[in-house]
């Protein structure tokens, strides 16, 4: 039962404690200059820190921070354009605005670097496009994890994260999450007017919903492996989003999927077979009436392998005379059905 996640996640965690512990206090590159106090950048230029600093500010083009596993206090603030940052610790959250070309690598944003700290978002990302984050741990558990707003075209990637709503998109398009550890007790990954973003190979621990998605489409939610309450996806007037090829876990009652007045959305080959329900016969995927034209085909469980998404032809000796084609219906398993609003 989800027996992968335990691999990945040991992984994940390992690499959360290397960059908490670890500095990177290699060979610093010729011309580097130091930044110290409360820093603010300006010049383009490769920067280093040599111990803690109070701030950072960076506000410049083709910026190059190494951190070297030493912490900023206060709060980060970016903005500008071709900017990477390194090996750093940050104590009171991050700020991106307006910016191009961010990356955020190797590092650590945690309020526990910051006990003071009353920041309400670790990272914001808004009115910004094409930022990296990778192989970096966010962990408050409190607050939101990752805001992006008006943000575009991001992508997340190896990176754990620990917070009350670890991922709160608004107005957030295109962007992408893979291989992440994603862990909450409250809202995991909500989406609010968020279109053609993709979740894939994530991790979910959550005691609530694992993804909520509300008047968003075209999202692609991909190979996921959920340990939830509730449900592990959650539509509301929502459309054409692709649910695929997830596994879903859950405590006693939970759903693998709820659509309420969602339309035309494909869950296709998820395992929902690890949930436990009250009743043999209560459905997996809850559907709302007023819900239409969605295709429901997950895996039929007791079964071997999951079902194929044509019927094969029958077998005959020889070809039988052309018939005319029977228009399709949406393909629905055996654990589909229709509930009332109430």
């Known amino acids: 039962m989800m027996t992968r996640r335990v691999t990945r996640r040991e992984v994940l965690k390992g690499v959360g404690v290397a960059t908490l512990l670890g500095g990177t206090t290699g060979m610093l590159t010729v011309g580097s200059r130091l930044v110290s106090g409360d820093a603010t950048i300006t010049d383009p230029g490769r920067y280093h820190l040599d111990g803690d600093i109070d701030s950072l500010e960076i506000a410049a083009e083709r910026v190059r921070v190494d951190g070297r596993g030493y912490t900023v206090r206060g709060v980060t603030k970016i903005s500008g354009r071709n900017l990477s940052i390194s090996a750093l610790v940050m104590g009171d959250g991050v700020r991106i605005f307006d910016a191009r070309q961010v990356s955020l690598d190797d590092s650590r944003i945690d309020v526990r670097a910051n006990p003071q700290s009353d920041v309400d978002t670790l990272l914001s990302i808004e009115d910004s496009e ?3 984050v990778t192989d970096t741990v966010l962990y408050a558990t409190d607050r ?4 992006l707003t008006n943000a575009h075209d991001n992508r997340f990637r190896s990176c754990t994260m620990t917070s009350a709503i670890v991922v709160s998109l608004t107005n957030a398009d295109r962007n992408r999450f893979s291989d992440c550890e994603l862990l909450s007790e409250e809202s995991v990954v909500v989406l609010h007017e968020s279109d053609r973003n993709v979740f894939k190979s994530n991790v979910i621990d959550s005691e609530s919903p694992g993804f909520t998605l509300v008047n968003s489409e075209q999202n692609r939610l991909i190979k996921n492996e959920l340990d939830i309450l509730v449900a592990g996806f ?3 007037e929502s ?14 009652g939970a759903r693998g999927a709820i659509l309420a007045d969602a339309d035309d959305n494909r869950l296709v080959h998820n395992d929902f077979c690890d949930l436990v329900l009250p009743h043999a016969d209560d459905p997996l995927v809850v559907v709302s009436p007023d819900s239409t034209g969605n295709t429901i085909r997950n895996v039929e469980c007791g079964a071997d392998s999951e079902p194929s998404s044509e019927t094969p032809p029958p077998m005959t000796p020889k070809p039988a005379e052309p018939t005319p084609e029977t228009p ?4 629905h398993d055996e654990l589909y059905c229709t509930v009332s609003d109430e």
């Open 130 to 132: 094409h930022c990296f």
């Open 328 to 331: 399709k219906q949406p393909k």
């Open 144 to 147: 939101t994890g990752v805001q």
């Open 234 to 236: 959650v539509l509301r």
């Open 239 to 252: 459309d054409r989003n692709l649910v695929l090829k997830n596994t879903v876990d859950g405590d006693l």
